[in-house]
Every structure is written in structure tokens, then in C-alpha cells.
């Protein structure tokens, strides 16, 4: 997009005040493609970060959710161009967590938890319903979640995780829910000196409680080659640090947590093996990762020598 249009947008959403100076596209650290972001210099001094929705929920989450927390960017306004929608939100200055350190993740977990206290349902002193208590209409459903997981199970093609995978669907209506980002990987954390935000919230809803956690430690290695590094030690800590700091606050014992949690993470654990045998994806060291640790999993859910 020409700096001209992205000057257009930007002084468009704030009404010229403040007005644009100059912009960076941001790279997406995955694959390093252009992503439809910008970092803004404005002639306030201040930075901001102009983004393009990708889903018609997206500037609605920021819109509603960003005043209850500091775990998500403040959202200064919108606009359209061109039948699309472009939203302002605060630029935060940080490191993802896809090279994991201790600070950085204490800083991550003081984030989800808080998000997640503040959005929390279904415990004994809350008479609060689920349905009313959505941010938006938009969001992800227990419903339309379950339609897709259960895609997975014909692909798993082993008796033993199919069996796992019964326990987790089973599992997934009966947990307490709360607001979860449903792609929080280490990439979609920013961590500063004193703080963290999560970012990218195209897709999220009020949905059982280990999905964010789950998904941000099981895509983990220690091997510092790997896409998200984090080391076993700092895996164990998170575990604790998430139950010590929300979990156990809503009557959930350690033991319940930890098999509530154990399924979660084979639900994540099986991703490999659900996209290389659906979509014929020709990657064996991530198939045979998964399968392994799926696997390994599954014999200690089932109690299985």
C-alpha cells in the first residue's frame, strides 16, 4: 500500500489529530511477509500501530475489551477505505516470546491471567450467564469451536487417541470458561520491561479456560533452533504460576487442573498430524514430533505402562 493511502487512513480515524508523519510496515515474524499493519509516527511524537481488520470481530475486541485491561493495546478508533476496515490501536514496544525467557513470561501470565479473572463464568459465586456476557456477537461459540475440533478425530487414525480425543470433547463442554484468544502462539505475546500484551485477536471468544495457556506451551521446545524456544524448567514454572495465580482462585484442585490441562495440550499436540494427513503436507520431523508426543501424552491420560 503507498504511504500516501496509508497517511489518508490514518489522518481519516484520528480527524488529523493527531496527524501522520511517517510509517513502517510490519513484517510477520513467521515467515517475514508484509503484514497488514503499521507502525505510525504521528506529530504528536507518539506512536500508534494502524492495522487492517482481518475478521469482522477484530476492532469490536479491541473496542470493548481494551478499556477493562492493559493485557491488550488501548484502541484510539476506526474507519473504512475501500470496503475495508483499518483500526488505531497503541503501538507497544516489546519482544515476542517465541525466544522465551523467564521475565518476559511471568509478564505473559500476569497478562492472561488478569484478562482472563476479569472475563472469568461458570464458577459457584458467579450467576452471570455465559451467552450474555459476550463481548461481541461475533465471537467464537462453544458450538462453532466443537464443529471444528471435531474435524480432527478422523485423521488421528489410532485407537488410543481417538480414545484421548473422546475424553477431551467430553472434557471441553464441562470446563469453566472465560475469555480466550484461540491462537495465542509465542509470536502473539509482546513482552516489555515492566509489561505484556497479547496481540492479534482475529479470533477469541468466552471458551474453556486452558485454550490460550495450552496452545502458548505446547508448541514449545528447548532447542534453541526450534520456532518457539522455551526451556522445560520455564514449561513447569508456567504450569504452576497459571494455576497459583487464576486457576486455584476458582476451586479448581491442582489435580483436576492438571488433567484438564493435559488434554488440552493433546488437542494441540495432534495439530501436525490432523494438517499433514488432511492436507497432505509433507513435513515428517513436525509429524513424527507430534505423533511421538501425542502419544506419549495419551499413555499417561489413559494410565496406559
Same mark, same amino acid.
Given at each position: ?13 484520528? $480527524? /488529523?489529530?493527531?496527524? %501522520?508523519? &511517517?510509517?513502517?510496515? #510490519?513484517?510477520?515474524?513467521? *515467515? ?44 484510539? $478508533? /476506526?474507519?473504512?477505505? %475501500?470496503? &475495508?476496515?483499518?483500526? #488505531?490501536?497503541?503501538?507497544? *514496544? ?212
Amino acid at each position: 500500500m503507498k504511504e500516501i493511502t496509508i497517511q489518508r487512513i490514518f489522518n481519516k480515524t484520528t $480527524g /488529523g489529530s493527531p496527524s %501522520y508523519v &511517517k510509517s513502517v510496515q #510490519i513484517h510477520r515474524e513467521e *515467515d517475514n511477509s508484509l503484514y497488514h499493519a503499521w507502525k505510525i509516527l504521528s506529530d504528536s511524537g507518539k506512536t500508534y500501530l494502524l492495522k487492517r481488520a482481518e475478521t469482522s470481530a477484530e476492532e469490536d475486541f479491541y473496542k470493548h475489551a481494551s478499556n477493562n485491561t492493559d493485557a491488550i493495546a488501548d484502541y484510539f $478508533g /476506526g474507519t473504512e477505505y %475501500y470496503n &475495508k476496515r483499518y483500526f #488505531i490501536i497503541e503501538f507497544f *514496544d516489546g519482544q515476542t516470546l517465541s525466544n522465551c525467557n523467564r521475565p518476559a513470561l511471568e509478564h505473559a501470565l500476569d497478562a492472561l491471567c488478569k484478562l482472563q479473572e476479569s472475563y472469568w463464568q461458570k464458577d459457584q459465586s458467579s450467576n452471570q450467564s455465559i451467552e450474555k456476557s459476550r463481548i461481541v456477537p461475533e465471537c467464537i461459540t462453544i458450538n462453532k469451536a466443537l464443529e471444528g475440533i471435531r474435524n480432527r478425530r478422523p485423521y488421528l487414525l489410532d485407537q488410543l487417541l481417538e480414545k484421548t480425543f473422546d475424553l477431551y470433547i467430553d472434557l471441553y463442554e464441562e470446563t469453566a470458561r472465560t475469555l480466550c484468544h484461540d491462537d495465542l502462539l509465542p509470536f502473539n505475546v509482546l513482552a516489555s520491561e515492566d509489561r505484556a500484551i497479547l496481540i492479534d485477536w482475529e479470533y477469541y471468544g468466552i471458551l474453556p479456560y486452558p485454550i490460550s495457556f495450552a496452545r502458548f506451551i505446547a508448541h514449545t521446545r528447548p532447542d534453541p533452533e526450534w520456532d518457539f524456544v522455551m526451556s522445560e524448567e520455564d514449561k513447569a514454572y508456567a504450569i504452576d504460576y497459571y494455576y497459583n495465580h487464576l486457576i486455584k482462585r476458582h476451586g479448581i484442585s491442582y489435580k483436576d487442573y492438571r488433567r484438564t490441562l493435559d488434554l488440552f495440550l493433546f488437542y494441540e499436540m495432534t495439530e501436525w498430524i490432523y494438517l499433514c494427513r488432511k492436507y497432505n503436507v509433507k513435513h515428517p520431523e513436525r509429524f513424527n514430533y507430534s505423533m511421538e508426543s501425542a502419544m506419549k501424552l495419551t499413555k499417561s491420560i489413559l494410565d496406559i505402562q
